[in-house]
Nanobody, 123 residues
């Protein structure tokens, strides 16, 4: 079992920045690929970014490329999502997720999920 806890969400004006954190506990999380997803009311989980366990290679959605950066600190069992130049359309609940093996943008392929953290961007 892996437990994930997100933090760092909040209210920010358009153009501002936030950094989300996701701290993992339980099984050896360094062998898990991690992803960030977001969900707005009435919508499905949307892929944001992922990081592969084996080489820390990253993969981001086109909608956030150049603005969001995913990273991890294995010593702290924590991944981060640095979000810059935020836009109102980035408003959502952000979730981190973990899966054994390589990364993927498909939410159904992830085994463990955090409880989510709200990000609200005002115009």
């Amino acid at each position: 079992q892996v437990q994930l806890v997100e933090s760092g969400g909040g209210l920010v004006q358009a153009g501002g920045s936030l950094r989300l954190s996701c701290t993992a506990s339980g099984r050896t999380t360094s062998s898990y690929s991690m992803g960030w997803f977001r969900q707005s009311p009435g919508k499905e989980h949307e892929f944001v970014a992922a990081i592969r366990w084996s080489d820390d290679n990253t993969y981001s959605a086109d909608s956030v490329k150049g603005r969001f950066t995913i990273s991890r600190d294995n010593a702290k069992n924590t991944i981060y999502l640095q979000m810059n130049n935020l836009k109102p359309e980035d408003t959502a609940v952000y979730y981190c997720a973990a899966r054994w093996g390589s990364y993927t943008s498909t939410p159904e392929m992830y085994d463990y999920w955090g409880q989510g953290t709200q990000v609200t961007v005002s115009s």
